[in-house]
Nanobody
């Protein structure tokens, strides 16, 4: 049984930092593209960042580029999202997801239909 579990969310002041983690089990971790998505209240879910199997390729949404860093540790089966210079508009539920797509391009990074496994999310709240 595949499990995807996010952690690390919380309440932080604007300008602060958080590191999200996503641990998986039940899947061959380094066979999957991994992504972070988020959904703010009243808004549609949007892509934040994604990373290739080895971590050699990463993509970011324009809204977070330069502030967030995605990384993965294939030995620990864990995905990370280091978030810095947080803004109130970063407030959302953050989801980790795994995709078995055969290739990763900037145009497919946030294609939700490719992501087969999803976590339950971790809440990030940024106060002004």
């Amino acid at each position: 049984q595949v499990q995807v579990v996010e952690s690390g969310g919380g309440l932080v002041q604007a300008g602060g930092s958080l590191r999200l983690s996503c641990r998986t089990s039940g899947l061959t971790f380094d066979n999957y593209i991994l992504g972070w998505f988020r959904q703010a209240p009243g808004k549609e879910r949007e892509g934040v960042s994604c990373i290739s199997w080895s971590g050699g390729s990463t993509y970011y949404a324009d809204s977070v580029r330069g502030r967030f860093t995605i990384s993965r540790d294939n030995d620990k089966h864990t995905l990370y999202l280091q978030m810095s210079s947080l803004k109130p508009e970063d407030t959302a539920m953050y989801y980790c997801a795994a995709s078995a797509a055969p290739a990763l391009y900037s145009t497919t990074c946030f294609q939700e239909r490719d992501y087969k496994y999803w976590g339950q999310g971790t809440q990030v709240t940024v106060s002004s």
